[in-house]
């Protein structure tokens, strides 16, 4: 949570994109939530729940949504940092996926390069 320009900004963690690597690869212990996943479907989670989410308030109250999918990498789970300055709202953002991820391919998962591993710093308008 950070303050700038007289708006309170709050960012969130999801960690859907987690829980989607769990339910594929430990399908053991994952028995209940691998089929609530598999009967919604992986692509409508991700397109609607995945990647953290920002909001902003003048008053603590009421709150509007700056962005609510990771700035648009759903790898994005959380915001770690926030960082008022004179150039602006840095946003550093949490993405726990490496070079590799798993991806369905042809019905099947295997795990492919990641241009969207690592973390994202971002930069709002003054």
Not at 49 to 73: A, I
Not at 88 to 112: C, D, H, M, S
Request: glycine share 12%; hydrophobic share 35%; with cysteine.
């Amino acid at each position: 949570m950070k303050t700038h320009q007289d708006w309170l900004y709050l960012g969130t963690c999801n960690i859907i994109s987690l829980m989607l690597s769990w339910c594929k690869f430990d399908q053991q212990k994952t028995g209940k939530l691998r089929r609530l996943v598999e009967e919604v479907g992986i692509d409508n989670i991700v397109k609607h729940q995945s990647g953290f989410e920002l909001w902003r308030s003048r008053d603590g109250e009421n709150w509007l949504p700056v962005n609510r999918h990771g700035f648009g990498n759903f790898y994005n789970i959380g915001v770690r940092n926030l960082v008022s300055t004179d150039y602006g709202l840095f946003i550093g953002t949490t993405n726990p996926f490496g070079l590799r991820v798993a991806v369905k391919q042809n019905e099947e998962w295997v795990y492919t390069d990641n241009p969207k591993g690592g973390l994202e710093v971002w930069l709002g308008l003054k």
